[in-house]
């Protein structure tokens, strides 16, 4: 009787693993328990250090050429969110070790914190094409995974970062943006022909349902509906929105009603005087910009949830 090898084939991954990450002092160990775990399930680690220089678009080019086809991610959103623009358009597969500060991402594709239960989803777990979100400003493509925002949060975003990361002496730069940004006349072109015009301080375009500290702002599967979730704060002051930033929203602290939720597959956002506008926390400049899903763009290993279908 002729015996069947049911034993996985050995596979080689891309590791790109962000040090600067969650507690800093934690990472030689995380690395570590990373490495081990892949190890254990026939994955093949080749680690990659981000450093500040680090060039992801290079890395994840040179990989892909080397007949890598996954690549995982060990970090938090905003690493995640670099590795998605360099492996937007093709056709290599996305996975997540979540040690960040607020693993939106990871928590809205059913990843946990937990390295172990985290790397075992890269082998068990299911492929998944998910959404992604696409900014165009001052002629200027950018993919983003988990948040666009226009206005006030924009503007206050550099300050706010490094405050969360410890850098205390920032909260001047913050208080006083805050203090002094004024409001602008901001113009919605929804793609229902609906027009929203109101005098404001942001709006919020979001691909997840988690956003802020784990704030849900869509459905479970939000990440491929086809559809861009819309928050527009129109009747807000820079008080009420700064409370949001702070505390973030949760059972003893409801959303505010005068929030206006759309849902868009398209949509054109001008405002007067220009405000600024971030995709994934990197800065795109100021002015006009148009927003659109881009469906099924990219393959992401994920975990089992209600919302997931199979792909």
């Not at 220089?53 to 991610?73: H, K, M, T, W």
């Not at 390295?115 to 890269?122: F, G, N, S």
């Not at 994920?302 to 919302?307: D, M, Y």
Request: proline letters at 6%; glycine letters at 10%.
């Amino acid at each position: 009787m002729k015996t069947v090898n049911t034993k996985p084939q050995p596979q080689r991954v891309k590791l790109i693993f962000n040090p600067g990450s969650g507690a800093n002092d934690e990472s030689p160990l995380q690395i570590m328990t990373v490495v081990k775990e892949m190890q254990a399930r026939q994955l093949i680690p080749e680690l990659y250090l981000i450093e500040p220089d680090s060039n992801l678009q290079e890395v994840v080019d040179e990989a892909i050429a080397q007949g890598i086809e996954l690549f995982v991610v060990c970090g938090g959103d905003g690493t995640v969110s670099s590795v998605t623009k360099a492996l937007y358009g093709s056709v290599a597969t996305l996975g997540i070790v979540p040690t960040g500060t607020r693993n939106n991402i990871a928590l809205s594709l059913g990843i946990p914190t937990d390295i172990a239960a985290a790397v075992a989803i890269l082998s068990a777990g299911q492929r998944l094409k998910i959404d992604l979100g696409l900014v165009i400003c001052n002629g200027v493509s950018t993919p983003f995974i988990e948040l666009c925002s226009v206005g006030l949060f924009s503007t206050l975003f550099p300050a706010g970062d490094d405050i969360q990361h410890g850098n205390i002496t920032r909260i001047g730069d913050f208080l006083g943006i805050l203090t002094t940004a004024p409001p602008s006349d901001i113009h919605l072109f929804l793609d229902d022909n609906q027009e929203i015009s109101e005098l404001g301080h942001a709006a919020l375009i979001s691909n997840m349902p988690y956003i802020g500290r784990n704030y849900q702002v869509g459905a479970p599967d939000a990440y491929h509906d086809g559809l861009l979730d819309v928050m527009f704060f129109a009747d807000l002051s820079k008080l009420d929105l700064i409370n949001y930033i702070l505390t973030g929203v949760g059972t003893a602290n409801p959303e505010d009603p005068r929030i206006l939720h759309y849902q868009v597959r398209e949509m054109v956002i001008d405002t007067e005087p220009a405000m600024a506008v971030m995709a994934d926390g990197i800065s795109l400049g100021e002015g006009s910009v148009r927003i659109k899903v881009q469906p099924q763009a990219l393959s992401v290993m994920v975990g089992a949830t209600a919302s997931h279908e199979e792909q």
